[in-house]
């Protein structure tokens, strides 16, 4: 099994019903990782070229850059801006637009501070 890692980040604010604090609006740096995998290499010896990967996530990071999360029609009704399902929706949004079926998301943590961040594995 092989794992490519690619690391970006993105800055924006949300509101969550989860504690006093977090009901206020508030911002964060965010950190995401994304972790592809799969059973075999192409014939120039990769699993997927980082380049692909990075330009499918910086697509997905223009989304939500500098936005106000909770406003967009990706956290609808029953699926707010957690870390958590931000890194569910980084890894749907992924996979749908990796074109190559020996490649899967295994995982995506979405980092809202250097010391808490949320995993989200397909």
């Known amino acids: 099994m092989y ?9 924006a604010a949300h509101q969550l019903e ?7 609006l508030h911002g964060h740096n965010w950190k995401v990782e994304v972790c592809v995998e799969g059973d075999h290499l192409d014939d ?9 990967i990075k330009r499918h ?3 997905i990071m223009k989304e939500l850059d ?3 999360l909770n406003e967009l029609e990706q956290f609808g009704d ?3 801006p957690s870390s958590e399902n ?5 890894a749907v949004r992924l996979q749908r637009a990796i074109q190559d079926a020996h490649v899967r998301v295994c995982s995506v ?9 949320a995993t989200y594995r397909p």
């Open 86 to 90: 931000i890194a569910h929706y980084v």
């Open 78 to 80: 029953g699926y707010p």
């Open 109 to 117: 943590t979405a980092w809202e501070s250097d010391d808490a961040c």
């Open 44 to 52: 120039a010896g990769v699993l997927i070229d980082f380049g692909i």
């Open 57 to 59: 996530v910086r697509g």
């Open 66 to 68: 500098h936005k106000f």
């Open 3 to 11: 794992e490519l890692k690619v690391l970006t980040h993105f800055a």
């Open 18 to 24: 989860v504690a006093r604090k977090c009901e206020n």
